[in-house]
Structures are given as structure tokens and as C-alpha cells.
């Protein structure tokens, strides 16, 4: 079972597992998929990777030349000062 974070945002919450993160609007889900996740980690593990929209697979990452990194679906906003 990998590390579990939990970061409430203006809409909703990021949880992070391990190095992967996935963002929830809905608490319920939320609760109710972390608590799968308690249950039986390898296969919640295995359903989100299977059906991730921006999923990258190990052998991507290992086979892209030094120096290029895989896409990633982050996005930082600041905000500017006057």
C-alpha cells in the first residue's frame, strides 16, 4: 500500500497515492473509493491505471531519450502581482 494524500482545493480534493494523483468534485466518491483502495490496493490500483485518460506506462517512461520527459497532465497557476 502506497503513501495516501489528501488536498482540499477551491473544487474539490486531490488524492494523491503514491506518485499518481486523481482529483474528486464529490465527496462520497471520494470516501467510498479510498475505502476500496484500503480494502483491496492492488485492484483499485490496477482499475484506475487501466482506465487513467492520461496514463503513461513504465516502458514510455523508460524509453524516452535523456533529457525528454513523458507529458505531464500538471498545471501550476499563479497568481500575478499588480
Known sequence: ME???IETVLNGWIVTVGCH?????????MLKELSG????PDKVTARY??????????QEIDNAPI????PSTKLIVKK???
Request: glycine letters at 4%; zero cysteines.
Open 21 to 29: 494523483s486523481v482529483v474528486f468534485d464529490n465527496k462520497k466518491k
Open 3 to 5: 503513501k495516501v494524500e
Open 67 to 70: 533529457g525528454v520527459r513523458v
Open 80 to 82: 500575478q502581482e499588480a
Open 49 to 58: 491505471t487501466e482506465t487513467s485518460i492520461n496514463r503513461h506506462t513504465s
Open 37 to 40: 483502495y484500503l480494502d483491496d
